[in-house]
């Protein structure tokens, strides 16, 4: 199925909304005229296709054939398509190739495999080892042994019912007694413990409640994609964000089967690159959604001397609770062996198990009489030594699974005859041993295991243990060096504009685990790390009902970042932190006697009395806090790349991880203005103060002047001159649109402020865009240009801003 080949409209930006039922499509067509007021020029939407009934965010599908109905179903959809073309929007929308919910009772796709096996014309769109389990799939549903449990398990007709769970029943096998009725069918019911170690069916990272789909398959292709395709063929939808390609069997050829599928839309693909990895060149698609613009970023506004020092602060504070030392490297690599072990175990086994049968099978002797204990030993050693998430057939692997890596993976076997495991994987690996149906299924499985590592490894357990610096530890960035220089930063913004002009940008989105202003406030902490440890040692004196220092640190800075806030929000997120971290509880061990002691240090603590000294601390920063907030605000909005906005966050927004920063936003009724500017504050009070009149002006002036931001705009850095040139970070885009912000202000001002540091424009006359009025030529005093804001956006005089 292909779509007619059309012009793919890129978007001057989006605003992202996430759709639940109690946030359904008329809710969403309800707050167009507002958004639409905003200056962007799509919506972007969260899943639409039909979910688990209740889900809040929409990843868990049920049947990619129909539009979700608890959200209005398709006419819901279409009717809001509608209202946005009426108010000049678009519609982009997140699809989810990777998965589908493993709840049979909704999935009809599922509920037909695992009535008829194999046979079932649906058996090819799950990722299921038949082979492995007997010929059953397991489905860790039992809240126990199945001995301690069975008793709970009824026959209902054609159905199998467990609790909330519902099994269809293989035909003929419905008067069997129970123990034999289990036997009989193609599934296999068992404690959800299993689920670590035996599992026989490719999860979304370590949660089993969602199965792998093969879109690998072209049939598994067209039935799971021709609704959305329809949905663009017909106008309703106009782009797409393509969630986790990297769970994807064969990323590259998905892609460019996408692409032809919709003509060409704008499509960005959520890919997390690693600190300086570049996206595959050959993918047909815009860039990514935007989470290395999110660490360039956030990086121009960290202090790298001063986060030196707060690191050197932590270790002391922490010590010797910092995970041995506080080293990111070493903290990634002992989490990487905790979740290969533990939560991936079951992957590692289908890992070993298909190396292993294609070892012992080869014609070529240099595969043969490899133990699978070595195997699985170098797999593993091989696995936790990947710095990116998984390597790519466009690719070369040698890039990623290096020589030095596999040198160090040798020094891990205590028989070195077995160490020669190393290079038999690293070779398949890197496809030199050729392209057959093993060899392809083997590094198929190897990058779909990489990607899972490393996203439960980095982002759901480095994370939360290795915690100097919260405003760091978010999706692609790199904790252990977080400060990007504006050399890098122009380095970077550089490279955009010339590969990747289209890519998607964000500071904030329904995954980031801290919102773009509580970061920004946190990056403050680099510029004055004592002060930080002073009170710190202060509040933390007694050290009663502290469960341990890590946490602490932690904490304290939850509540420095977020401000003023509901201390259940607060707990809710640090309850969720020590589960992740997994080192005194976790998810599935939980503790209560510890968990209880981090719910009443909190209660106690961060947001008690204490907490005071931390707001007060806050308080006394507040200007710097706030010449983050815009300065990332303006950086993101006018840098290369489209912008994505997340719902709210137009305003202050200052919300933590997940599911804090899903709630439902409430918009105003109607469109509103772009707020006067008061005075120095600049707007509104707060740290947040004039962010809605910053993000309005940029958007609009995006939207008059799509020219200066497009696909053939430039992009060129400004540098400052005088003493205080470091702190002003300054770009030009096509020679019309000019962006300048206050970097390091803190620093800034203790060192005596901007004296006489100066600004060179390009030719001509500039008009500042947040203070109409006011112009400036020349050698501009940056003093002036940042009188009343710590940011600047001009626009060159006459360049169409009565447009």
């Not at 404690?191 to 490719?202: C, D, G, H, Q, S």
């Not at 590259?252 to 570049?278: C, F, M, N, Q």
């Not at 038999?424 to 295991?449: I, K, M, N």
């Not at 252990?480 to 955009?496: D, L, M, T, W």
């Amino acid at each position: 199925m292909t779509l007619e080949q059309s012009d793919p409209a890129v978007p001057t930006a989006t605003y992202r909304l996430q759709l639940q039922p109690g946030f359904p499509f008329a809710a969403a067509a309800a707050a167009v005229p507002y958004v639409a007021s905003l200056g962007v020029s799509h919506l972007h939407l969260s899943p639409v296709l039909e979910a688990v009934p209740g889900s809040t965010h929409g990843y868990d599908v049920v049947d990619h054939a129909r539009v979700r109905g608890e959200l209005g179903g398709e006419e819901g959809l279409r009717s809001l398509a509608r209202t946005a073309r009426e108010h000049g929007l678009g519609l982009i929308v997140d699809i989810v190739p990777n998965h589908m919910a493993m709840s049979p009772r909704h999935n009809h796709a599922l509920w037909e495999v695992l009535r008829e096996g194999p046979a079932s014309r649906y058996a090819r769109w799950f990722d299921i080892d038949w082979e492995a389990q007997g010929g059953q799939v397991l489905l860790p549903v039992l809240g126990g042994p199945l001995g301690a449990e069975i008793d709970r398990l009824k026959v209902d007709g054609d159905v199998l019912r467990y609790h909330e769970h519902a099994f269809p029943l293989r035909e003929g096998t419905a008067r069997l007694p129970l123990p034999e009725l289990l036997d009989a069918q193609w599934y296999r019911p068992v404690w959800w413990r299993l689920a670590r170690t035996e599992l026989n069916y490719r999860r979304f990272f370590s949660i089993s409640e969602l199965i792998g789909v093969r879109v690998e398959d072209p049939e598994v292709f067209e039935a799971t994609h021709a609704t959305i395709l329809e949905l663009l063929r017909e106008g309703v939808i106009d782009g797409l964000r393509v969630d986790h390609p990297d769970g994807l069997a064969d990323p590259d050829t998905y892609l460019r089967r996408l692409h032809e599928a919709t003509g060409g839309r704008w499509t960005v693909v959520e890919k997390i690159l690693s600190d300086g990895e570049p996206l595959p060149a050959s993918w047909p698609v815009a860039g990514t959604t935007g989470y290395d613009a999110l660490r360039h970023v956030d990086g121009l506004f960290t202090d790298p001397a001063g986060f030196g020092e707060l690191l050197g602060q932590y270790r002391r504070f922490a010590a010797p609770q910092t995970d041995r030392g506080g080293d990111w490297d070493a903290t990634v690599r002992r989490a990487a062996y905790k979740v290969l072990t533990h939560e991936l175990a079951t992957e590692v086994d289908r890992l070993t198990r298909v190396v292993s049968r294609l070892c012992a099978t080869s014609p070529e002797p240099a595969l043969r009489d490899r133990a699978p204990w070595a195997l699985r030993t170098a797999l593993q050693e091989l696995l936790v030594r990947l710095e990116v998430y998984r390597p790519y057939a466009s690719v070369d692997a040698s890039a990623v699974v290096t020589e030095e890596a596999a040198a160090e993976a040798r020094l891990a076997f205590v028989v070195p005859e077995e160490a020669g495991a190393v290079d038999v994987v690293r070779d398949l690996v890197l496809g030199r041993y050729g392209d057959g149906p093993a060899q392809v299924e083997f590094r198929t499985r190897f990058a779909q295991t990489a990607s899972a590592l490393r996203a439960k490894a980095v982002e759901d357990t480095a994370y939360y243990r290795y915690v100097p610096l919260l405003s760091a530890n978010e999706v692609g960035g790199n904790p252990g060096a977080p400060a990007v220089s504006p050399e890098r930063f122009h380095a970077y913004c550089a490279r955009v504009q010339r590969d990747w002009p289209a890519t998607g940008t964000v500071v904030s989105t329904h995954d980031t685990k801290r919102s773009a202003d509580v970061r920004a406030a946190l990056h403050v902490l680099t510029e004055c790390p004592r002060r930080w440890a002073d009170v710190l040692a202060e509040v933390t004196r007694t050290g009663e009902g502290v469960p341990d220092a890590q946490l602490a640190w932690a904490a304290w800075q939850t509540v420095f970042g977020l401000g003023p806030a509901d201390g259940e929000r607060v707990r809710g997120a640090l309850l969720k932190h020590v589960r992740e971290a997994g080192l005194y509880t976790s998810w599935t061990e939980q503790e209560p006697p510890y968990e209880e002691a981090v719910a009443r240090f909190v209660a106690a603590g961060p947001c008690g009395a204490p907490g005071g000294k931390v707001a007060a601390l806050r308080a006394s920063l507040e200007p710097h806090v706030r010449a983050n907030v815009l300065g990332t605000a303006l950086v993101h909005l006018t840098m290369p790349g489209v912008p994505d906005v997340y719902q709210g966050t137009e305003g202050e927004y200052r919300a933590l991880v997940d599911p804090d920063n899903r709630r439902v936003v409430a918009f105003p009724p109607e469109p509103s203005e772009l707020p006067e500017p008061s005075g120095g504050s600049g707007g509104s009070g707060g740290s947040g103060g004039g962010k809605e009149a910053v993000t309005r002006a940029a958007l609009r002036l995006r939207a008059r002047r799509p020219d200066a931001f497009g696909d053939t705009a430039s992009y060129e850095p400004l540098t400052a001159e005088g003493p205080a040139a470091a702190h002003c970070v300054a770009f030009v885009r096509s020679g019309q649109v000019l962006t300048a912000v206050t970097r390091l202000s803190l620093r800034l001002a203790e060192a005596g402020g901007w004296r006489d540091t100066r600004l060179a424009l390009p030719p001509g006359r500039w008009a500042d865009v947040l203070e109409p009025g006011r112009e400036f030529t020349g050698h501009a005093r940056v003093a002036e240009l940042f009188e009343r804001w710590p940011v600047a956006l001009l626009e060159r005089a006459g360049a169409g801003q009565d447009g």
